[in-house]
């Protein structure tokens, strides 16, 4: 006569919680206050549910479904082995000013310039009929003129003290290669698990890649490129660091 199997017992609300909390960090306390638990019972209670069969086997079956399998953890060492800070910078184009020297004397000539077209547009504004007339635009050039005339007789003081005076001003647009941080990529690698770190500091982004060595002699060992024992190979904990500036985009 076949055995009957033991009705499995369903688990609480809170010790289903307890047991995906249990298995982000393996802290009983804090999972079981995490899961709902008081702080006064929360060591109690999560020393009880790791002792319970029913708990145990869901911890076990959660635990599977987040292991990765073999093919995704080669994927995972190898990610590691080929990351490259240059995936994550891109080249754009984008349109630019360069700061250039005027003389002064060339500014007074272009506002001079400036003054004799605003003339010259007045006088051609009153020959329009006084209904196309608009007399507050025209006051408006008028007052703009009178400005500029005052910006010359200054100019014209400071060049006669200084004949080699200029200003700094944006010369003419060009259009440039540039190299941007693709941030978007850079966070998703993060979340994904090729990178280590990425934190904001004072003298801009800093990333830490998980060493690329450790990662190789992995995937040496996976593929049996070692003849000796691999505990004989100890990893190296460095890493290595890059300190990207901080551009405020993205």
């Known amino acids: 006569m076949a055995t009957e199997k033991p009705e499995e017992i369903k688990l609480t609300d809170k010790q289903q919680r307890f047991v995906q909390e249990y298995c982000?960090?393996?802290n009983r306390t804090q999972a079981a206050l995490r899961a709902g638990y008081s702080e006064r019972t929360a060591y109690a209670i999560g020393?009880?549910?790791l002792k319970k069969p029913q708990i145990r086997a869901a911890i076990d079956e959660r635990m599977k479904e987040l292991s990765l399998t073999a093919d995704e953890t080669l994927?995972?060492?190898?990610?590691?082995?080929?990351?490259n800070l240059n995936e994550y910078f891109k080249v754009v184009k984008v349109q630019t000013a360069p700061r250039v020297k005027t003389p002064l004397?060339?500014?007074i000539e272009r506002l001079k310039a400036q003054n004799e077209d605003a003339d010259s547009f007045i006088i051609r504004a009153q020959l329009l009929n006084q209904e196309e007339l608009d007399s507050e635009y025209l006051d408006d050039v008028a007052k703009k003129q009178k400005q500029r005339r005052l910006d010359i007789i200054r100019l014209e003081i400071e060049l006669e003290r200084n004949p080699e005076a200029y200003r700094i001003e944006s010369g003419p647009e060009e259009l440039i290669e540039t190299v941007e941080l693709d941030l978007p990529k850079l966070i998703r690698d993060k979340e994904a698990g090729k990178i280590k770190s990425v934190k904001h500091s004072e003298h801009g982004l800093n990333v830490e890649l998980y060493p690329a060595d450790a990662a190789l002699r992995d995937l040496a060992r996976i593929h049996g490129l070692f003849e000796k024992d691999n505990k004989q190979v100890k990893p190296e904990?460095?890493?290595t660091i890059f300190q990207l500036p901080d551009n405020g985009r993205g």
């Open 24 to 26: 982000v960090d393996f």
């Open 47 to 49: 020393s009880e549910n």
């Open 75 to 83: 994927k995972g060492i190898s990610d590691i082995a080929r990351a």
């Open 105 to 107: 004397a060339q500014i």
């Open 237 to 239: 904990s460095n890493v």
